[in-house]
């Protein structure tokens, strides 16, 4: 079992950047991915990024490439994601979740970001 605490977001202007982060508490396997998703107000939820988390290999969503950063810290079983030049489509509810290959078990609560000006 994995237990997921996501922290951060919160409100921004476009062009102003959030960091959110996931711990994940329970064991890690090298075999899992950590990933993002989000759901955006009347539209379903979509993948955004993800990171290996044995090899730190990472996908991310042509739409976030170049904006969004994902890292994990070993240590304390948690990913980041540094969310830059935010824009208005952004605005979602963001989800960590935890899996094997393309298959998420186990979910975060999600946390609020709202891009406006």
């Known amino acids: 079992q994995v237990q997921l605490d996501e922290t951060g977001g919160g409100a921004a202007q476009p062009g102003e950047s959030l960091r959110l982060s996931c711990s994940a508490s329970?064991?890690?396997?090298?075999?899992?991915?950590m990933g993002w998703f989000r759901r955006a107000p009347g539209k379903e939820r979509e993948f955004v990024v993800a990171?290996?988390?044995?090899?730190?290999?990472?996908e991310y969503r042509d739409s976030v490439k170049g904006r969004f950063f994902i890292s994990r810290d070993i240590a304390d079983n948690a990913v980041h994601l540094q969310m830059n030049n935010l824009k208005p489509e952004d605005t979602a509810i963001y989800y960590c979740?935890?899996?094997?290959?393309?298959?998420?078990?186990?979910w975060g609560q999600g946390t609020q970001v709202t891009v406006s000006s």
């Open positions: 329970g064991r890690m396997w090298d075999t899992y991915n």
């Open positions: 990171i290996g988390w044995g090899d730190g290999h990472t």
């Open positions: 979740a935890v899996g094997a290959g393309s298959v998420y078990a186990y």
